[in-house]
T-cell receptor, first 114, second 113 residues
Framework: DTGVSQNPRHKITKRGQNVTFRCDPI?????LYWYRQTLGQGPEFLTY????????KSRLLSDRFSAERPKGSFSTLEIQRTEQGDSAMYLC????????????FGPGTRLLVL | ELKVEQNPLFLSMQEGKNYTIYCNYS?????LYWYRQDPGKSLESLFV?????AVKQEGRLMASLDTKARLSTLHITAAVHDLSATYFC?????????????FGKGTHLIIQP
């Protein structure tokens, strides 16, 4: 199965620590998206890349958050100085550039900030 | 700001019954997606609707899009327990995936034997 993969699947950290998540998209997909989902809510868009270029950032993405996609392959999302409000499921999705542009989601990384 | 509203948010129904989930959105868009999410799992793509009047069916689920009314529906026919899940609609306001998708809050569906 060559779907979207994310690591780690779970992360528990203490407030103030930095965390980094990784996403490996479907290999031929140009676009890669990050979303955040809290309990009982739909996913909220954070940012997206087309190849290695970060083209859009939501206002939800504070300056403590940074995302990269070196060489247009995998992506990392780093949260610095974590806060309890950062606790959520972080979802990565990827899509082709054209056609139906369906976003295929990975299994997510569940973050708990204590 | 784009708003996507689903109703109902919670639905408990019996096997064998029919029901419809509604998704209203506040801005012009001709791309709408339906996803399914099982507890603790990620999202599974169900349907992509790309034009006014689009209708797609898969098994007991049928989705439709009315871009003039800014409304999509997900119809469940003769529900079975395996369809219990949370269903999300999502709108691509910018077109072509730019700006990401805006999701509704989801409809939590429980189908009882």
């Amino acid at each position: 199965d060559t779907g979207v993969s994310q690591n780690p699947r779970h992360k528990i950290t203490k407030r103030g620590q930095n965390v980094t998540f990784r996403c490996d998209p479907i290999s031929e997909h140009n676009r890669l998206y990050w979303y955040r989902q809290t309990l009982g809510q739909g996913p909220e868009f954070l940012t997206y890349f087309q190849n290695e270029a970060q083209l859009e950032k939501s206002r939800l993405l504070s300056d403590r958050f940074s995302a990269e996609r070196p060489k247009g392959s995998f992506s990392t999302l780093e949260i610095q100085r974590t806060e309890q409000g950062d606790s959520a499921m972080y979802l990565c999705a990827s899509s082709l550039l054209a056609g139906e542009v369906t976003q295929y989601f990975g299994p997510g990384t569940r973050l708990l900030v204590l | 700001e784009l708003k996507v509203e689903q109703n109902p948010l919670f639905l408990s129904m019996q096997e064998g019954k029919n029901y419809t989930i509604y998704c209203n959105y506040s801005t012009t868009s001709d791309r709408l997606y339906w996803y399914r999410q099982d507890p603790g799992k990620s999202l599974e793509s169900l349907f992509v609707l790309l034009s006014n009047g689009a209708v797609k069916q898969e098994g007991r689920l049928m989705a439709s899009l009315d871009t003039k009314a800014r409304l999509s529906t997900l119809h469940i026919t003769a529900a079975v327990h395996d369809l219990s899940a949370t269903y999300f609609c999502a709108v691509d306001a910018a077109g072509g995936g730019a700006d990401g998708l805006t999701f509704g809050k989801g409809t939590h569906l429980i189908i009882q034997p």
